[in-house]
């Protein structure tokens, strides 16, 4: 099924994926690690449309010609540093990634929208398995509260 959507849509549909992996990087946050999460954030969402190329959803907003057109700007979340410590960033992922899917229900085959959440929870896996909490990210990947965020994030995703 493939249709257009709106801008507003649009960027719901790239928010949900971008503010999950936020969500988790900010779950337990180090100078290094999270630069590392970040770039492994940003791999995810440029490779979306290859990895998911008979997807019309990932295609409309993240194909290379939707990023380039500047109809989407995924620009990173504000964030207040007592916002980090109250887990505010998961809960607003999860109202985005609960928007998304509203939006897509009606507009996206049931197949699109399960490669959409598994997208969206693939971006906050990698950030979670991008950096470890020892010197310049080594050591143990996943710590408690990104596997905590992850799990939250999984559960919103319904699979």
């Known amino acids: ?18 503010l999950a992996g936020f ?21 995810e969402i440029v490779g979306a449309a290859k990895k998911y190329p008979q ?11 939707a990023l380039r057109s500047g109809a989407v700007k995924l620009e ?11 887990g505010v960033l998961v809960d607003q992922a999860i109202a985005a990634i609960n928007t998304a899917l509203d939006f897509l229900h009606g507009k996206a085959t049931p197949e699109e929208i399960d490669e959409y959440k598994a997208f969206i929870y693939a971006c906050a896996n990698a950030v979670a398995n991008a950096a470890g909490k020892g010197l310049f990210g080594s050591g143990a990947k996943v710590s408690e509260r990104e596997a905590l965020a992850l799990a939250k994030i999984r559960a919103a995703l319904a699979f």
């Open 55 to 65: 997807n019309a959803v990932i295609q409309a907003v993240f194909s290379e010609a």
């Open 23 to 43: 969500a988790v990087a900010a779950s337990d946050l180090g100078v290094v690690s999270t630069a590392i999460e970040v770039a492994a954030l940003s791999r």
């Open 1 to 18: 099924m493939i249709t257009s959507y709106t801008s507003q849509e649009q960027a719901t549909i790239a928010q949900a994926p971008l």
């Open 76 to 86: 990173p979340p504000s964030v207040k540093p007592e916002d980090v410590k109250a």
